[in-house]
């Protein structure tokens, strides 16, 4: 018997028993289960040299396409940059005062505007490190905090590997190319993934444009839009985009990193090396990768206490039936069209004994015929109980014993 669920609708499916009992013991003989995404459709559709895509909320690999090989972050490193800031800073309302020092040897870097003796506070820099990607900024974050720019640096490294990225070394605060200076698209996803857990960061990267207070040389305040955010016209299609960061050097081509929330799915991307050739397609190829998931859906294939399967118990003088349910919610990430099945090898009847009998089935969830989830199912069949019917199965047992 199997158990076809797609989308809330459930319907039975009728298969041989003896079948139906041999694919499920085949698949745990072999315990073959692979949670791994068919997108390799996706892969060839996106402009990336490297790409890493995961759900947040179940910690699912979407796609994987060299996520692991060394790239240059550009100016993906001011996610890292800004990160450190905020945990470092008690106080976002503090000002700063923009000294010379924080503004030397950036004539190659984009920069927000802020001007030698202006008091910004931490929160503007932070704006203006995430929105026009403001290497002044990001600076000026560094020699606040630390002093200097390099004792910043052994921070922002120091930081790095507490959360886990161990295949990455920052040599600066604002993703100007560096030979030493090289992270992994995983790596990146990482880092990523911490960071929009803080409030505060989540809210500076996804917004749009912002104006700081009045400054000495700009007296109706700075005003701050977002590289990212700005990049795409009204046409442009990502559904359920958030905010994220890109980055661009010659070495590192066009670089990006951004979050979406859609369909109880809080998807994370990561991608890489991609030429400029006349488009900007790191946009392109986002809108191409939500536009993908948009058809997905973060739900319940199986839930907890759901019927399974019903039963027939015979007793030695009648028949009744039984139901078991499904013991543990089973919960993915499914494109729209996904076929979904759960099969048991569980019996179709029993027969009563003159003890209690325990037995273990096994259910398995199929996604497309693939293996994705295997549960045991615990079976207790209980004992005879009218008297007649036990001296029976007694007598039916010694006769057996006998012969």
Request: aromatic fraction near 10%.
């Amino acid at each position: 018997m199997i158990i076809a669920l797609c989308f809330g609708l459930l319907r039975f499916v009728t298969r041989e028993d003896k079948e139906v009992e041999t694919v499920v013991e085949r698949m745990y003989e072999t315990s073959d289960i692979d949670l791994s995404y068919e997108t390799d459709d996706l892969k060839e559709d996106i402009n990336r040299t490297y790409a890493y895509i995961i759900d947040l909320n179940g910690k699912e690999v979407l796609l994987d396409k060299q996520s692991e090989e060394q790239i240059y972050p550009a100016s993906m490193t001011k996610i890292l940059t800004a990160i450190v800031a905020i945990e470092s800073c008690s106080d976002l309302q503090a000002e700063v005062l923009i000294t010379e020092e924080m503004l030397a040897g950036l004539w190659e870097a984009s920069v927000a505007g802020f001007a030698v003796g202006e008091k910004p506070t931490v929160e503007e820099l932070l704006y203006g490190v995430a929105l026009p990607s403001g290497a002044d900024a990001a600076n000026a974050l560094a020699c606040y905090i630390d002093g200097s720019v390099s004792q910043y640096i052994e921070r922002m490294n120091n930081f790095a590997s507490s959360i886990g990225m161990s295949h990455s070394h920052f040599m600066n605060t604002t993703g100007l190319h560096d030979q030493e200076h090289y992270t992994t698209c995983r790596d990146m996803e990482t880092l990523l993934e911490y960071c929009v857990q803080n409030p505060v960061f989540a809210k500076i990267f996804s917004t749009s444009k912002f104006t700081t207070r009045p400054l000495a040389y700009h007296p109706d305040g700075l005003e701050l839009d977002s590289t990212f955010m700005n990049s795409f016209s009204d046409d442009f299609t990502a559904p359920g985009l958030v905010g994220g960061k890109t980055g661009y050097t010659n070495p590192a081509g066009l670089c990006l990193a951004y979050w979406a929330e859609n369909h109880d799915m809080k998807i994370l991307t990561v991608t890489a090396k991609a030429d400029i050739d006349g488009h900007y397609k790191h946009i392109l190829d986002m809108s191409t990768i939500l536009n993908y998931f948009d058809s997905w859906e973060r739900k319940p294939l199986i839930s907890e206490g759901d019927p399974l399967k019903t039963y027939t118990i015979n007793t030695v003088n009648d028949q009744y039936e039984e139901s078991v349910t499904i013991p543990e919610s089973f919960v993915r990430d499914i494109p729209s069209d996904a076929n979904i099945e759960v099969v048991t090898n569980i019996p179709d009847s029993f027969n009563t004994a003159l003890n209690r009998q325990e037995y273990v089935y096994q259910m398995a969830v199929l996604q497309d015929g693939k293996v994705v989830n295997l549960q045991d199912i615990p079976v207790s069949i209980p004992s005879e109980k009218k008297f007649f019917g036990r001296v029976r199965l007694w007598f039916d047992a010694l006769f057996s014993k006998n012969q």
